[in-house]
């Protein structure tokens, strides 16, 4: 089995499939992951040969958030620290939202926190009618700020503020009606769901593809700054007492000090 977190393949007609590789932790990422992600995607980028990436999770989830182990040991570690993992968090998804080339993702089971930024920072998703949706951060005592651009881009700002302030899990079908999915299908049929659009995409010539990302991502352009007052809250948070709370109790599987029970 390959110890890479990150797998990249891709086929002779330029379909590029990116599979997250780390099936024991429910693709959970670490700064591993990241790394080997926004690596992965930027050599995509200068592949003249690459017309379409499909980006999916091994196993039975597409990708559960961040290893909470990772995310305490992180919390541990100086300000510089946190903000260069933040950065470099935020960094892997602005490649998958920003490359100039159609990106489809396929989804199964969890699709939790980032997971769910990853998604909304691809063109195209398809999921499984079984797959789960969480934007869980603040459940947890952190932040999901760095995936707020793409989320609201694919969802809006009204929704978002629902689903990222009460941390609910929608389903599949849920996630269509948002516009965080596009099109759901039975367990299984993740492959012959993705067949056409990947076909019509292939039909389409590169360069437009290319130029009319780079228009619609103008009009909703979030400006350097925005991102780096975004980046600094995601790290701030995670060393905070209520992320410490928040990590801890669900460890521990119990209720979180902020909460009162009835």
């Known amino acids: 089995m390959s110890t890479r977190l990150v797998l990249c393949e891709t086929s002779p007609r330029g379909v590029a499939t990116v599979t997250l590789n780390r099936p024991t932790r429910n693709n959970a990422y670490d700064g591993e992951l990241i790394a080997e992600l926004s690596s992965a995607v930027h050599a995509l980028a200068q592949d003249a040969s690459v017309r379409v990436i499909v980006i999916r999770g091994s196993g ?13 040991a992180t919390a541990r570690e100086d300000a510089a620290t946190n903000l260069a993992v933040s950065r470099a968090t935020a960094g892997a998804m602005r490649a998958v939202y920003e490359i100039e080339k159609p990106t489809l993702a396929l989804v199964q089971g969890f699709c939790v926190g980032g997971g769910t930024g990853l998604v909304a920072a691809c063109d195209i998703v398809i999921a499984e009618q079984t797959a789960t949706f969480a934007i869980s951060e603040a459940r947890w005592g952190m932040l999901a700020s760095i995936i707020f651009p793409q989320l609201g881009a694919a969802i809006g700002l009204r929704q978002l503020r629902r689903y990222a302030l009460s941390c609910e899990h929608f389903d599949a079908a849920r996630a269509q009606a948002l516009g965080l999915v596009h099109e759901v299908c039975a367990p299984g049929a993740l492959d012959t769901t993705a067949a ?11 360069d437009a593809i290319a130029q009319s990302k780079r228009g619609l991502l103008r009009a909703a352009a979030v400006g350097a700054r925005e991102w780096e007052r975004l980046i600094d809250e995601h790290a701030t948070k995670r060393q905070s007492a209520e992320a410490a709370e928040g990590l801890a109790s669900f460890v521990h599987r119990r209720d979180a000090g902020w909460y009162r029970a009835p």
Not at 60 to 72: P, S, T, V, Y
């Open 196 to 206: 056409p659009i990947i076909e019509a995409l292939l039909r389409v010539a590169p």
């Open 60 to 72: 039975a989830h597409f990708q559960a958030g961040a290893d909470l182990d990772w995310l305490r």
